[in-house]
């Protein structure tokens, strides 16, 4: 993940699995992780931010996570290609 523009906020599973931990990127930042690292980047105030996410091998769709208190759970998979609902506000984890 890249920041082109604004400051965005990454809170992310630490290695137990059970704890989160968070860290702030703003413009020019980048940060690169594995993947078994699942995270919720936000924005959360100031000049609109935009992030670059690059992956490889490609990403076939992205995993919706909720946070309860044994850690992220996964809640559903939307495959690439399918449209979200509108208004719809999910936590997005990778």
Same mark, same amino acid.
């Given at each position: ?21 968070? =860290? $702030? ?7 690169? #992780?594995? !993947? ?8 959360? @105030? ?20 909720? =946070? $309860? ?7 559903? #998979?939307? !495959? ?8 719809? @506000? ?5």
């Amino acid at each position: 993940m890249s920041v082109a523009a604004g400051t965005l906020t990454e809170r992310y599973r630490t290695t137990d699995s059970g704890n989160f931990s968070a =860290r $702030t990127y703003g413009p020019s930042d980048h940060g690169s #992780f594995g !993947p078994h690292h699942v995270h919720d980047v936000n924005f959360q @105030s100031g000049p609109r931010a935009l992030s670059i996410h690059a992956y490889s091998p490609p990403l076939s769709g992205l995993t919706h996570y909720d =946070r $309860t208190r044994f850690g992220f759970v996964a809640r559903e #998979f939307i !495959p690439e290609g399918l449209p979200r609902e509108t208004g719809e @506000s999910p936590t997005e984890l990778r």
